[in-house]
């Protein structure tokens, strides 16, 4: 498992499996949050196999899937309060770790200023540069 750190609160991953989970109980995490669509995998992968070790270990989940229709305000919303709600650390993942994190930058912009959001992302190794203009336009029209 490949946790990356980008706030002291949220970290992402690419793809976990069932018995990643009790290691991210003991690392401290409260919450997993599945951004992969089920129609991306199968087996153990799936969200409700991960949901199943969650519940043992005593983690929450959600499932706030991010597909090929792209992002939503709704979804980023969903994400933002998932982890703005949790008791604790939260781990957020999908394929790569990628889309996770782009949905929590979104999320943070006119909160975060963009840069600091831009070197969150680098810190967890996640090229978050491309998307400048964009945070720095939800930034606007969050602060108004």
């Keep these: 498992m490949d946790i990356r750190r980008i706030t002291d609160r949220f970290s992402v991953s690419p793809q976990i499996r069932p018995e990643d989970v009790p290691v991210l109980a003991e690392a401290g995490y409260t919450r997993v949050i599945c951004n992969r ?12 196999a991960i949901e199943a070790a969650c519940a043992e270990a005593g983690l929450s989940f959600h499932v706030i ?14 994400q933002r309060e998932a982890i703005d709600t949790s008791d604790g650390p ?15 930058a979104l999320g943070r912009a006119g909160e975060m200023d963009v840069d600091e959001i831009i070197a969150a992302g680098a810190e967890g190794g996640y090229d978050l540069t491309p998307m400048r203009e964009t945070l720095g336009a939800l930034e606007q029209a969050r602060r108004g």
């Design 37 to 48: 669509p089920d129609s991306e995998v199968t087996g153990d992968e799936t969200s409700a």
């Design 90 to 104: 939260v781990l957020a993942y999908c394929r790569s770790g990628t889309r996770s994190c782009h949905v929590w």
């Design 65 to 78: 899937p991010v597909g090929h229709a792209g992002m939503t305000t709704d979804l980023i919303a969903q």
